[in-house]
T-cell receptor
Framework: RKEVEQDPGPFNVPEGATVAFNCTYS??????FFWYRQDCRKEPKLLMS???SGNEDGRFTAQLNRASQYISLLIRDSKLSDSATYLC????????????FGPGTRLSVLP | EAQVTQNPRYLITVTGKKLTVTCSQN?????MSWYRQDPGLGLRQIYY???????DKGDVPEGYKVSRKEKRNFPLILESPSPNQTSLYFC??????????????FGPGTRLTVL
C-alpha cells in the first residue's frame, strides 16, 4: 500500500460546482497534513494546512479524520482558476523532516 | 522578494557526465529539501537538510549527493547520471518553528533529461 493515496482524476466540473477530494495515508503516527496546489509544469504552492478540528479558508474546507486516516478537501463555487492538480502531503516521523506527497488529483473546471 | 531559485531550469546531458543543480533561498530557512517528480508517482523526497552541515536521506537518495555548507545553498549533485534520473526536480525550503505547520516554499523546478 502506498503511503499516501489520492484519486488521480481528472475531475471535470462546471463552474460553480462543489467538488471534494479525498486522500488516505498509511502511517497512523503522521502528525502534520497539508494540501498543496500545483499548476501545470509549475512548482507546488501551499493551499492550506489541515488541522485536527478542520479548517476553512474562503471557498476551501479541509477535514482530517485520524481514525480512518484520511484527509479531505472541499471546494465550493468552483472557479476556472481552480483548475490545477491538488497534492495531499503528510508528515510521518521524523516530524518536520520527512514529507510524503500523494500523486495528486487533477481538477478541471469547465465554463 | 522571498524566493527559492534553482539553476539550471532545463538541462539535457548524457549518461555519466557529472552535473550539479544549484538551489538557493533568501528566507534564512533552516530546512531545505530536494524532490523529484515523475508522472503517476508524485513528488518523492531525495535528501533534506535541517541546518548547515546536517543532511539526511529521503525516500530515493540513490545516485544523488547533497551538501549544505551555507544556510542559503543546497546543491544537488549527480556524480554519474543515468537515464532513470530523467525527471523534474524541485528544491524546497521552510523554517523550523516549534509547534507550527511550516510551509514549504518551492523553487521553479529543473527539468533534467539524461540521454
Amino acid at each position: 500500500r502506498k503511503e499516501v493515496e489520492q484519486d488521480p482524476g481528472p475531475f471535470n466540473v462546471p463552474e460553480g460546482a462543489t467538488v471534494a477530494f479525498n486522500c488516505t495515508y498509511s502511517n497512523s503516527a503522521s502528525q502534520s497534513f497539508f494540501w498543496y496546489r500545483q499548476d501545470c509544469r509549475k512548482e507546488p504552492k501551499l493551499l492550506m494546512s489541515v488541522y485536527s478540528s478542520g479548517n476553512e479558508d474562503g471557498r476551501f474546507t479541509a477535514q482530517l479524520n485520524r481514525a480512518s486516516q484520511y484527509i479531505s478537501l472541499l471546494i465550493r463555487d468552483s472557479k476556472l482558476s481552480d483548475s490545477a492538480t491538488y497534492l495531499c502531503v503528510v508528515n510521518p516521523p521524523p516530524y518536520g523532516q520527512n514529507f510524503v506527497f500523494g500523486p495528486g488529483t487533477r481538477l478541471s473546471v469547465l465554463p | 522578494e522571498a524566493q527559492v531559485t534553482q539553476n539550471p531550469r532545463y538541462l539535457i546531458t548524457v549518461t555519466g557526465k557529472k552535473l550539479t543543480v544549484t538551489c538557493s533561498q533568501n528566507m534564512n530557512h533552516e530546512y531545505m529539501s530536494w524532490y523529484r517528480q515523475d508522472p503517476g508517482l508524485g513528488l518523492r523526497q531525495i535528501y533534506y537538510s535541517m541546518n548547515v552541515e546536517v543532511t539526511d536521506k529521503g525516500d530515493v537518495p540513490e545516485g544523488y549527493k547533497v551538501s549544505r555548507k551555507e544556510k542559503r545553498n543546497f546543491p544537488l549533485i549527480l556524480e554519474s547520471p543515468s537515464p532513470n534520473q530523467t525527471s523534474l526536480y524541485f528544491c524546497a525550503s521552510s523554517s523550523l518553528r516549534q509547534g507550527a505547520y511550516n510551509e514549504q516554499f518551492f523553487g521553479p523546478g529543473t527539468r533534467l533529461t539524461v540521454l
